[in-house]
Structures are given as structure tokens and as C-alpha cells.
């Protein structure tokens, strides 16, 4: 157990300083910090002053250290554009961030897994045809499509729900939450729906074809001929042996949920850090562009060595050794 | 499995008998996908000779034809039979052009991702060893990143090398790399993975006992016999990179509006959906992912059609 | 009325799309209580069908067209799904091929158990874990309490088919079905499961079907035998007589291939009872052939000489050594093959008969020791020109016909590639030419090089194989295990077609294999290994009659009793 996770531990942070060095180099290869600190018209002098006060000049690998100790203590420096530390820009909109991919996986696995698992069982029944075709549907249809159709019904057309930005939040004093008024909720549901979509549908597919390949499995015709009934065939043989490999994608569609809010957050006017990230990258502001990296791949890392420890505990093989 | 006579088979009748083209003619969700999808690629790559107007010749467009709606709605003027934009351009023509450019930028994009991922994939497979941890310890961390957001992220860090005038004359060339960049990794591990199955074969053993070398084994005898997995991610990812590219342009990070994809025009019109001409997104996006859908759809049967266990 | 089972007259079709596949025909067999009715035949015979009909476990699209299958005096043909459930455990048991994959990986031993006697008897808790601890115990599984807590993959092989037996009795069926159950087993394993079943048989009065294409198998465990030839039973009987003294031609010529252990025949009876395989096409004549030219006489030395050669696999790696899990898959191993002699490796699975093959080919690389071919050593510098030229003097068929070809090449190809490579011939038209003979030569006509392997059977693949090996023209043909992956009539003909290859051409030959009797009609000399070590080097004839090391004598000991067939069958009709 502990080897296992100790072996994980070590490739997490692997990935931490490929990131930070690559967020790093971001600095030096993208654009001019000092160009973008004070403007085209400062004199020689004064730019020369402030490569020193950046420590512009000193050797690379004295940049990179200190660049090390200060995303560890979470300085990221100035964001170019708004001139304000970027730790604390972050963690103004992370709350946002964090509850719209919240509510948008909580709607993925719940209905995902259901739809998964009843296509998985009743393979010939017309409802699962209908949901299975409209899935691939959802999987053909890009986010930003979703939201802007979502937007025109539920918006423009039909006038029920806000068609951009976040309202109705409430101060907890170290977190902003839109989850406590009906506000806040109706503000978030379109949103969520739309960052929910593309994942539901591929964990849908997932769980089924994982059901499917473990319907054809030889112990599931021993319990056949062990005549066992088809509701222990199903939930307790073959949907614990789906959810290993379910497992993993999970993690990997958690991730996903991260990426595509930067796209949900611009079509809603989300106030969130995947807005601010892509305004970053429009104005390349490398501060923030490091900081969203450095901060996604914590994430990403994060819910990667929970998805190992899930496997740890629901496969005995990899718990027990052989 | 005999064929009745000693008669070698010709091509044709091999062609014929074969389970996966039969499984394709008696599937009818697989032929209209393909259908649709080549209608579709033919109509975008003929755009010169299809569209009625040239939408990047300004001599054929005139501002007092813009925001026309469709041909059949009240307004509307027959020869603008989708409408035409927020420039007067009309709607049908620019979605030809802009589909040949979705279309073109996802093909190539899928072509890199694939070149790249099969070669160092097979490599990684076949040779072992410190080669193949280096390979696939860097593919399993960029998984773990999600691809548009590298995407994001590659074609930004593009953007911002380049010069600002040749921004845009480049643009194009910036996505391919920054999807195809973010592909490989998909088809490293499918190609790695056929590999180690194949590399284990006695076929396999066979050639090194006569004494054919690596790279002749990895041609020859591994990479042939690796592509059926290939191809299914190949067509999975087509529709995969044309969705990138149309999400980047929607972003503003993709193709600019000067030679709009589909992704660009629905960013545009959708500018102009709160004014009520819906036709400028509704058209494109509806274009976007009817492509989408049937190269999914016929992604999805060739997935069914090639996996060995199913059948 | 005393029959447990009666089946009459039954159909099961498969339809595809090239038209309906009959699986049986018009099939009637009948299983009284305490018996065990072994149901035979080779790949295709429809063995398997009968039993999953039986339970109504078809593999979709099958189906029962007509017959019935009577049990117990009710008719089972027709029930529903719900009515079928409470026959199948409860009446009737199945026992599938492959431990390995019967039994849920995610569950304990006991949840499996409690579930299935819940299910069958109405015992519920304790009582139902104490039936399951009486199972495991009957099964010969030591310490069942605590092993109930035990998941699938904490037990071996054989320890898993003895909880899929008690799986399948945990309903206290009256009827066993048992499809290939010990297939996948080693021959000292298999020997202690077939005691189990036969002594389940007699305490428990059970009928049970044994389904198995092994003759050896239908030897020790049988009353009655039933022989399936292409979906209809050709011949039922006694074992004694079927084995003894069959009837039909079919069986006259299954029982005539399977190699006898008791004493070395020249050739194997040959059987024309097989369709679809080797034909007598023109065989060429090898002394003025290209394939019998530009060998240079160096018979004077050893063809293959071996000293000392070891070599472990990492079974778990780990930074600190001691953590390190290795398998001394070859220890210490020293032999030499006179060239022209025939050498066999026998041993059961995992003793490093086929490792040892493997480095001799090249295909690994040993730890330490040499290897030596016609006295040019191999192994010190893989690499270089000289070990390479070496090398070329050595071929090797393998094991499983359906992964040794390139399936995107055709049989042309195949067989010219290392021709084309070696550039053995002076143009492209001598190439076709030379892959025509060659398999003309092997039996299976030139126009096979148009053709794409999998138009081919088993045995012609195998036969493709030898054709490709001929091709760099060898003087050692290493064989591992050329035909357990064939049925046994396919495997005299290929083992004849080696036999005569080795006379014509005068080839030295390294034959790997566990089956023992395969090994004594093949081999001069054989070695006999256990974890990686030679226990035993002797001529086969000393090796059968008098063996000197104990593991010599236990290997022989697990040989299936072959003395029901009679003696006189294996002269040429």
C-alpha cells in the first residue's frame, strides 16, 4: 500500500515541476515582462533598472529557483494587465470555479452512471436505443454550441433562467457561494447543464460498453449457470467489475469538467478563473497564464491520486497481491 | 475458413467477402454517417465551384445586403437562400468556405497527432526499456492535462511568438500544430498498445529468427498490423479536432474572421443572437455538428465493427 | 425410467451470414445417475454445444431447432428464463474450461459460495457459510474457513477449479456438465481434479458429462464415451470397446493418432479421415532441389552445444534488491545435440523448456553460459557477423499456428521473406519458383502462396510455418510445441511431415513439449526439466523404460492410463 502510493506521490510531483518549469519558461519565451511592465516608451535606463529589479540578468537557474520559492509560498507575481498580485485574483474567482464544476459533476455521474448502467442491462429495449443515439449526439455537439442553445431557449426565447454572470451569491467571508439562494441557483443551473453535458454523455457510453465487455465474460456465464437471478448478475457480478475501469475515466472526466469551464465561463460571462485565464491568454498575461497552469495541474494531480486510491479499494487484486 | 476452391481469391471477391465491408453494407447507421460525411467533405473541398458567391472577394459583397434572413422568411431574398451575415456576405457561401477550412484543419491536425503518436507509439512498444518509459511517462502527464486546454495554452504561447502582422496569415498553422501537439498521446498508447500485442506474437519471432532487423520488423510486420485500432482513433479524433478548432476560433484563438471557419462564423453570429438574426450562428452551428455527428457516428460503428471481441 | 439425461434427436444452429451452421445433428445420447459419459470429439465436433444446450446457454445466435432433451422425465426444451434458473445450480451444475476467468475477481471465495447456496438450498447465514466451509472442504481445500475470505486470484490454478467444483455443487445437482475442465491445467494437476470429479461421481451418485477433445482424459475418467464428429455422434459405447475396438472409421482413426507412450513407432498411422488438410501433392526432390544445395558437411561437431546457461525474469521490480522478486526461469542448464539426432525437452509448464529454446534462437539473451552452433559461439557477442551467420543454420516452428503468421501478408510473402532478405536465390521469378516447391513440398500445393493465412486450418498454418523455416534453408529446426495447439488427427500428420523432413534433409532437431508420448515417437534423446533445471538427460528409450530421477518417473506415473486401447491399432489398416 504504502509503496503504491509512495510510487504515485513520486510521479505527482514529477508532473508538478514539469509544469512549473514549463510555466516558468513561459516567462521567459513569451513576450517581454519588461516591455509589458512599463511600455514601448520607457528609456534604456529605466528598463535596465527594472530587468535588475526583476533579476532579469541573473543566471537561469537562480530565476528558477526563486520562481520555485515563490509559487510555493504562492506568489505568482503581478498580473501584467490588472496590476493586482495574481494569488489573490485566483482565489477571488476560484470559488466559482469550483462550484460550477461541482454541480456540473455531480449532474454527469449521477444521471452518466444511471443512463450507463440501465443501457448496460436493457440492451434491446427501445429507451435505450432512443438515450443511446441522443448521446451520441451529445458527444458530437461542442459546449459552447450547447450553451449558446441553451442561452436562446431558456434566455432570450423563453425568459426563464439569466442568460450571463453569477448572482444571488452570499459571503461566507473566505468563500462566496451562489449554492445557498434560488438566485444563485438559478444563475448557475444553465451553466452547469452545459459543462455537464458533453461528460454525461461520455461516461454514459463508458459505463455501458464497460457493462457490455463484462456481460461477455466467462464468470458472468458461471453465475448464468450457477442460475443466479438477474438482478444479482447485474449489480453485484458485473457492475462492481465496471466500476474499476470506470474509475479511472471518472478522474480523467473530473479533469475534463476543469478544462471545458474555461469555455462554459465565456459563453455565461462566468466569473470564474477559466475566464480570466482565457482573457489572460488573449492579452498574454503571463503571470496569470503561469498561476491557472501551476493551479490546474495541482488539481488535476490531486484528483488523479484519489482516483489511485479508489482503485486500491475497490480491486483486491492490486490491494491484496498475489 | 477454406474458400471452396483452390482458386485464389481476386481482390474484388476478397473485398466482397470481407466481415467488416459486409458488416458496413447491412448497417445502415454507418452508410448514411458516411454518406453524410462525404457529401459533406466533397461539397466543402468543391466550395469554389459550389457556393453561389465568393465571400472573400469584396466586389461581391454589399453591406446594404446585410443581415438579410433566410430566403424563405419574410425579408429574405432568393438569392441569399441562407441569408447573409452582419458584412452582407451570403450565409450558404460562407459556410462552404468555412467548413473546407474546418474540415482541412482537422485532417491535418488528426495527420500530425497520428504520425507523431504511431511513430513514437510503435518505437516505444517494440524497442523497450528506458526509450519507452521516457515516451510514455511524457504522454501519460500530458493525459492527464485535458486536450483543449493544451490546445489553449500551445496555440497561445503561438500566438504570442509570433510577430503581430503575421498573426494572422499563420493562425492557421498555429492550430494544427497546437491540436495535433495535443493528439498524440491517444495514438501513442493505442499504437503501443497493438504493438505490445503484436511484438509478442510468434510471427514476430519468426522475422527476428530469420534475421530481418528492428526497423524493418517495426515496418513491415508490426505497424501494418497495428492500424485497425489506429483508424478508429483516427476518426473518433477527426471529429475530436474539428470540435477543437471550432471551440479555439470560438474563443477568439483560432482562425480569425478574415477567413472564418465554422467556429469563427458561429463566434461572430453569435453576437448578433440576442438581436434576433439567429441565422448567422443557427446555420454554421448546425453545419458543425451534423460533420461532427457523422464522423462520430461512423467512428462509432468502425469501433464496434474492428474490436475483435465483439465479434 | 432410470436415466438422469436423455437427449433424442437434437438440433442446434447457428445462423450466420453465409447461411445456417448446423452445430449438431439429430444428436441422442442418455446419462444414468452415477456415471460419467464422456462426450468427445475434435475442434468443430460440437461438443461444447450439447452441453450449453442442455442449460439453454447458447452463445447468441444459437438455438435448439429440434429434438428433446429430456431430464429427469421433463422435457427442458421450450422452459422460460425463470423456470431454466431454478433447473440450472439447483438440478443441474456446469464446470467451464478456464479457472482462471470462471470466478469473480472482485468477490471473496465466500460471497461467491453463500450467494450460489443462498440461491439453491434456502440456507441463509451462518448455516449457509457453514455449507459453504463442508464445500470447500469436499473440493480438497485445506483450511476452508479461512480460505473463505480469500479472493480468486490468491489461489492457483488447480486450487481454483476445485472452488468452481464446489460452485457447481453447491445446489447438490444431479447432473455435472464439465466443458474441457482440465485443459488449462498441468498434467499433476489435471490427474487430481479428474479423481475429484470421478469420486464426486460414485459418493454423490451424479451423472456427470465430461466435454473434452483429450482422449487421455476419456481414458481415466469414463464409463461411457460418445464420439462427435462434425455435429453428430458417430459412435457411442462403453470406454472399453470404443477404446479398444471402435467401429467406426472415424474413431478407428482418432484413437490411431493419438501417440502411444509404450513404444516408438516409425511413423504415425497415417489418417485420411480429416478433410481440408494436406492432399498428396508432388514433392519435390530434395538432393537436386535448391532447398537440399549449399549445405557444407560440418557433421563432425555438435550442432548445438549448451553450457551452463542461466537466465532469471524480474517478477517484481524494486529499487532495493532484497525487494526484488526474480524467477530463475533457466539454472545451470548443459546439453549437447549431436547433429542429425533429434533432442526433446520435455517438462510441464514453467520448467524453462521453452526459455531455453528461446536463447538458443536468440530470441533471449542469457545471464551467463554459451551457446555454441556447430561450434560458433552464439551467445558472447549476439551481435556480430559471425553469431548471426551462425545463426542462420537455425530455424524454429512455434506453438500456436494462429499468431505465428503476419495475417496482412500473403503465404507468398510469408515464405519468401527470408529468401528475399538473404538474397538465397539469384532472381525474384528462382524465388516464386523455390516458395512453390516448398509448398508443394509440405503438403499444401503451390497455389496456397496466393492465398491469406486465415483462409487456412491449424494444420495448414503449421504446415505454412514449416515452409517458411525450409525457406533459409536450416540445418537445426527448433520445434516448441509444434502441435498441442492442434487436434490430435492434425498432429500425426504434421509429426509425420517433420519425421520425413528430418530424413530427406538430414536436420538436426530440438523438439519441445509436455506430452510425453509425443516426445517418445519423436525424440533420440531427452531431457527432462523441472524449474529450470535438467533433472535427467537420457535416450528415449532408457528415459521411458528405466528413468533414474524421481521427477523422471513421477512425470510418467501422471501419464493417462492408456492400457484400454488396444494393442494392435496401431498397424496400418
Keep these: 500500500m504504502t509503496t503504491f502510493i509512495l510510487k504515485r506521490l513520486a510521479q505527482s510531483l514529477l508532473v508538478m515541476a514539469v509544469v512549473s518549469a514549463i510555466s516558468f519558461s513561459l516567462f521567459n519565451f513569451v513576450g517581454d515582462p519588461v516591455n509589458n511592465m512599463v511600455g514601448q516608451d520607457a528609456t534604456r535606463e529605466q528598463r535596465i533598472e527594472i530587468r535588475q529589479q526583476l533579476g532579469l540578468d541573473d543566471p537561469i537557474l537562480t530565476q528558477y529557483t526563486r520562481f520555485m520559492g515563490n509559487i510555493l509560498s504562492g506568489d505568482f507575481g503581478l498580473s501584467y494587465r490588472i496590476k493586482r498580485p495574481v494569488d489573490e485574483l485566483i482565489l477571488e474567482r476560484l470559488p466559482a470555479t469550483l462550484e460550477l464544476v461541482f454541480v456540473s459533476a455531480i449532474i454527469a455521474l449521477a444521471v452518466g452512471i444511471t443512463l450507463g448502467v440501465y443501457t448496460g442491462i436493457r440492451r434491446k429495449s427501445w429507451v435505450s436505443r432512443v438515450i443511446l443515439s441522443t448521446s451520441l449526439i451529445g458527444v458530437s455537439l461542442p459546449t459552447f454550441i450547447i450553451g449558446i442553445a441553451l442561452i436562446y431557449v431558456f434566455a432570450v426565447h423563453l425568459r426563464w433562467l439569466p442568460s450571463s454572470g453569477r448572482s444571488g451569491t452570499v459571503d461566507l467571508g473566505w468563500w462566496k457561494t451562489s449554492l445557498l439562494t434560488v438566485d444563485g441557483w438559478r444563475a448557475i443551473l444553465l451553466p452547469a447543464i452545459t459543462l455537464s453535458l458533453f461528460q454525461l454523455t461520455l461516461i454514459l457510453r463508458l459505463v455501458r460498453a464497460e457493462m457490455m465487455e463484462v456481460m461477455r465474460t466467462d464468470f458472468i456465464k458461471f453465475a448464468r449457470a450457477r442460475g443466479l437471478a438477474e438482478r444479482a448478475i447485474n449489480f453485484r457480478h458485473a457492475l462492481r467489475n465496471t466500476l474499476v475501469p470506470v474509475i479511472t475515466i471518472i478522474g480523467l472526466n473530473i479533469g475534463g469538467l476543469i478544462a471545458f469551464s474555461v469555455i462554459t465561463e465565456t459563453v455565461f460571462q462566468w466569473p470564474g478563473t477559466g475566464l480570466m485565464f482565457i482573457q489572460a491568454v488573449d492579452f498574454v498575461d503571463v503571470p496569470i497564464m503561469a498561476a491557472y497552469l501551476v493551479f490546474v495541474a495541482l488539481l488535476f494531480v490531486l484528483i488523479n491520486l484519489i482516483v489511485d486510491i479508489l482503485y486500491f479499494v475497490v480491486d483486491p487484486r492490486i490491494r491484496l497481491g498475489s | ?311 | 425410467m432410470t436415466e438422469l439425461l436423455k437427449i433424442e434427436g437434437l438440433d442446434v444452429e447457428f445462423p450466420t451470414r453465409r447461411g445456417t451452421v448446423k452445430a449438431a445433428r439429430n444428436v441422442s445420447l442418455t446419462v444414468n445417475p452415477g456415471e460419467v459419459v464422456g462426450l468427445v470429439g475434435e475442434s468443430g465436433a460440437g461438443k461444447s454445444t450439447i452441453g450449453n444446450a442442455i442449460i439453454d446457454l447458447l452463445e447468441t445466435p444459437g438455438r435448439v431447432a429440434g429434438g428433446s432433451i429430456l431430464f429427469q422425465g421433463e422435457e427442458l426444451r421450450g422452459r422460460d428464463e425463470d423456470e431454466m434458473r431454478t433447473i440450472r445450480g439447483d438440478r443441474i451444475g456446469m464446470i467451464f474450461q478456464d479457472p482462471q476467468t470462471s470466478l469473480n475477481p472482485l468477490m471473496t471465495i465466500g460471497a461467491q459460495l453463500v450467494e450460489t447456496i443462498e440461491k439453491t438450498t434456502g440456507l441463509t447465514g451462518a448455516d449457509a457459510e457453514a455449507r459453504a466451509e463442508e464445500l470447500l472442504a469436499q473440493v480438497g481445500i485445506t483450511e476452508a474457513k479461512a480460505r473463505l475470505k480469500a479472493y480468486p486470484h490468491q489461489f492457483s490454478g488447480g486450487m481454483r477449479q476445485r472452488v468452481v467444483i464446489a460452485l457447481a455443487l453447491a445446489g447438490d445437482p444431479d447432473l455435472i456438465i464439465a466443458d474441457e475442465p482440465t485443459t488449462a491445467l498441468d498434467v499433476s494437476i489435471q490427474a487430481q481434479i479428474l479423481d475429484l470429479l470421478k469420486r464426486l461421481c460414485r459418493e454423490r451418485n451424479l451423472g456427470v458429462i465430461i466435454v473434452t477433445h483429450d482422449i487421455g482424459v476419456i481414458a481415466n475418467i469414463a464409463d461411457r464415451v460418445v464420439v462427435m464428429y462434425r455435429g453428430e455422434v458417430v459412435e457411442t459405447g462403453d470406454v472399453a470397446q470404443i477404446l479398444g475396438a471402435p467401429n467406426h472409421e472415424y474413431t478407428k482413426s482418432l484413437i490411431a493418432a493419438v501417440p502411444r507412450a509404450d513404444r516408438k513407432l516409425e511413423r504415425f498411422t497415417s489418417v485420411d479421415y480429416i478433410e481440408g488438410d494436406a492432399k498428396p501433392f508432388s514433392r519435390i526432390d530434395v538432393q537436386n532441389h535448391w532447398l537440399g544445395q549449399a549445405r557444407s558437411d560440418r557433421q563432425a561437431k555438435a550442432a548445438v552445444e549448451v553450457d551452463n546457461l542461466n537466465l532469471s525474469f524480474v517478477l517484481q521490480k524494486s529499487l532495493l534488491k532484497r525487494n526484488r522478486r526474480m524467477l530463475q526461469a533457466v539454472d545451470d542448464a548443459t546439453f549437447s545435440v549431436a547433429a542429425g539426432e533429434t533432442f526433446g525437452i520435455v517438462g510441464e509448464s514453467g520448467s524453462g523448456k521453452s526459455t531455453i529454446a528461446r536463447m538458443i534462437a536468440g530470441l533471449y539473451q542469457p545471464d551467463s553460459g554459451q551457446i555454441r552452433v556447430f561450434g560458433e559461439d552464439v551467445s558472447t557477442r549476439p551481435a556480430s557477423a559471425t553469431a548471426r551467420q551462425a545463426r542462420r543454420a537455425l530455424q524454429m516452428i512455434f506453438q500456436d499456428p494462429y499468431s505465428s503468421l503476419n495475417a496482412r501478408m500473403r503465404v507468398m510473402d510469408i515464405v519468401a521473406e527470408p529468401i528475399r532478405y538473404h538474397r538465397l536465390t539469384g532472381s525474384e521469378s528462382e524465388t516464386r519458383q523455390v516458395v512453390s516447391d516448398l509448398l508443394d513440398h509440405v503438403g499444401l500445393g503451390a497455389a496456397a502462396g496466393l492465398k491469406y493465412p486465415h483462409e487456412f486450418s491449424g494444420g495448414q498454418r503449421q504446415r505454412i510455418s514449416i515452409a517458411r523455416a525450409l525457406a533459409s534453408r536450416p540445418r537445426i529446426l527448433i520445434c516448441d510445441e509444434p502441435t498441442s495447439a492442434l487436434d490430435v488427427s492434425v498432429q500425426a500428420t504434421i509429426l509425420n511431415l517433420l519425421k520425413d523432413l528430418q530424413e530427406e534433409l538430414g536436420l538436426t532437431m530440438i523438439f519441445i513439449s509436455h506430452d510425453l508420448p509425443v516426445i517418445r515417437q519423436m525424440c533420440d534423446r531427452i531431457a527432462v526439466m523441472r524449474h529450470g533445471q535438467i533433472c535427467e538427460i537420457a535416450e528415449a528409450e532408457t528415459l521411458f523404460e528405466a528413468p533414474t530421477h524421481d521427477y523422471s518417473r513421477h512425470l510418467l506415473d501422471l501419464m493417462p492410463r492408456m492400457d484400454l486401447l488396444g494393442t494392435d491399432r496401431a498397424v496400418p489398416a
Design chain 2, 1 to 311: 475458413m477454406s474458400l471452396p476452391t483452390d482458386r485464389p481469391a481476386t481482390r474484388w471477391e476478397r473485398f466482397k467477402d470481407n466481415d467488416i465491408v459486409w458488416s458496413f453494407f447491412h448497417s445502415p447507421g454507418a452508410v448514411i454517417a458516411a454518406v453524410v460525411t462525404l457529401l459533406m467533405i466533397l461539397a466543402c473541398v468543391f466550395a469554389p465551384v459550389l457556393a453561389p458567391f465568393d465571400p472573400f472577394d469584396p466586389a461581391q459583397i454589399s453591406l446594404w445586403d446585410g443581415k438579410l434572413p433566410p430566403a424563405w422568411v419574410e425579408g429574405g431574398q432568393p438569392q441569399y437562400l441562407l441569408g447573409t451575415d452582419n458584412q452582407g456576405r451570403d450565409m450558404l457561401s460562407t459556410i462552404l468556405y468555412g467548413g473546407r477550412l474546418s474540415i482541412i484543419v482537422g485532417l491535418a491536425a488528426v495527420c500530425l497527432g497520428m504520425v507523431l503518436g504511431v511513430t513514437l507509439g510503435v518505437v516505444s512498444g517494440y524497442v523497450g526499456g528506458m526509450t519507452d518509459a521516457i515516451i510514455m511517462r511524457i504522454a501519460d502527464v500530458q493525459l492527464t492535462i485535458p486536450g483543449i486546454l493544451l490546445a489553449i495554452l500551445i496555440n497561445g504561447i503561438g500566438r504570442a511568438v509570433l510577430p503581430l502582422e503575421l498573426r494572422d496569415d499563420f493562425a492557421i498553422y498555429v492550430v494544427i500544430v497546437a491540436i495535433g501537439l495535443t493528439d498524440w498521446p491517444q495514438f501513442a498508447r493505442v499504437a503501443r498498445g497493438a504493438t505490445l500485442v503484436e511484438a509478442n506474437k510468434e510471427y514476430v519471432q519468426a522475422a527476428r529468427i530469420i534475421g530481418l532487423p528492428r526497423w524493418l520488423i517495426m515496418i513491415r510486420h508490426i505497424f501494418p498490423n497495428t492500424l485497425r485500432p489506429v483508424l478508429v482513433i483516427a476518426t473518433i479524433g477527426l471529429a475530436l479536432a474539428i470540435i477543437s478548432e471550432a471551440t479555439l476560433s470560438f474563443l477568439g484563438q483560432g482562425i480569425p474572421p478574415t477567413t472564418p471557419s465554422l467556429g469563427t462564423l458561429i463566434r461572430v453570429g453569435n453576437e448578433y443572437l440576442f438581436s434576433g438574426l439567429w441565422w448567422i450562428t443557427f446555420f454554421p452551428a448546425i453545419a458543425l455538428v451534423v460533420l461532427v455527428f457523422a464522423v462520430n457516428l461512423l467512428g462509432d460503428w468502425m469501433r464496434d465493427a474492428l474490436n475483435p471481441k465483439l465479434r
